[in-house]
C-alpha cells in the first residue's frame, strides 16, 4: 500500500476491569487520560484524522466494571494531500457497563470519513453509545461521511444499522439534505431522556435496547448547565489522575 494512503495508524486499547483502573494503550495521533476510577478522556495528540489517516479503538469492559469513555474536543476530519478519504473503528465487547459519549465529528472542506463500528455485548451488561456528527464548518457542504453500527447480544445478530450523509449520499439533494446526526445505541432499553433531541426516532429492537436517530443541518448546540448565581468558576478539565494503569504500547 503506498505510504500517501497510511499517513497516520493510531491505535487505542481500554480495558476496564471491576476495582481497578482502566488500562490504556495508546499509539499515533490519539492518547487518553484516566480522570476518574471510571472516567477516560481521548485526546488528540497532533492534527487528525487527515486523509490517509487510520484510527483503531479497542474497548473491553469486564464483568462488574464500569467505564465512561469521554474526548476532549471534538475530532476535524480533513482531506489530506493525495486523498480525501481517512477512516475510524471501533472493536468494542461489554460484559459490565459501558458509556461512550464523545464529543462531535465534523468533516470539513471536501474531506470524507468512513466509521464501523461493532459491539459484541454480553448478558447483563448495560451500553449506551453515542455518535454525533456534522457535514462542514460554517459555510462548507462538500465533505462526506459514513457509518455503520454493529451490534451482537450473546453471539446472536441485534443491529446492523448504516448512515450516510452529506455530499455524494443517497440523501443528498441541491435544495435541502440533512448534513448533520446524531446516533445512540441503548442496551437493555431504558426510558427516553432529556438528551434525545425532539424529532428523533426511536427504534425498539427486537433483540433488546433501543435505537435512536436524528438528523438536521446543524447539529443542536448542547451546553452544560450554570452554576448557581455567585458559585465560584468551575475548574478546568481535569488532569489525568495519578496512579492510572497506562502502559505504553510496544510496536
Known amino acids: 500500500m503506498p505510504n500517501w494512503q497510511r499517513l497516520m495508524h493510531s491505535e487505542v486499547l481500554l480495558v476496564a476491569a471491576r476495582n481497578r483502573l482502566p488500562r490504556i494503550q495508546s499509539r499515533g495521533g490519539i492518547t487518553a487520560r484516566c480522570t476518574a476510577p471510571d472516567t477516560v478522556y481521548l485526546v488528540s495528540a497532533a492534527a487528525n484524522p487527515l486523509g490517509g489517516d487510520i484510527i483503531d479503538i479497542r474497548v473491553v469492559v469486564e464483568q462488574g466494571a ?23 473503528h471501533w472493536d468494542i465487547e461489554v460484559t459490565g457497563t459501558l458509556d461512550v ?3 462531535p465529528t465534523v468533516v470539513a472542506a471536501a474531506a470524507r470519513h468512513l466509521s464501523t463500528v461493532a459491539l459484541r455485548l454480553h448478558d447483563g451488561c448495560e451500553v449506551r453509545f453515542r455518535e454525533r456528527v456534522q457535514i462542514g464548518r460554517y459555510g462548507e457542504s462538500d465533505g462526506f461521511w459514513t457509518g455503520s453500527l ?13 448512515v450516510e450523509l452529506g455530499a455524494g449520499s443517497l440523501a443528498d439533494d441541491v435544495i435541502s439534505a440533512p448534513r448533520a446526526t446524531i446516533n445512540e445505541l441503548r442496551y437493555p432499553a431504558v426510558p427516553c431522556t432529556a ?12 433483540g433488546g435496547g433501543t435505537l435512536s436517530t436524528w438528523q438536521g443541518d446543524r447539529l443542536p448546540v448542547s451546553l452544560p448547565d450554570g452554576p448557581p448565581a455567585g458559585a465560584p468558576r ?14 505504553p504500547a510496544v510496536r
Open 66 to 88: 464500569r467505564l465512561r469513555l469521554r474526548s476532549a474536543a471534538g475530532t476535524v476530519a480533513l482531506p489530506g494531500a493525495e486523498t480525501p478519504v481517512s477512516q475510524a
Open 101 to 103: 459519549d464523545l464529543e
Open 150 to 162: 454493529r451490534a451482537d447480544r450473546d453471539g446472536h445478530p441485534m443491529l446492523r444499522h448504516r
Open 195 to 206: 438528551d434525545i433531541p425532539g424529532a428523533s426516532t426511536i427504534l425498539t429492537l427486537a
Open 234 to 247: 468551575p475548574p478546568g478539565p481535569p488532569a489525568a489522575q495519578a496512579g492510572c494503569a497506562r502502559t
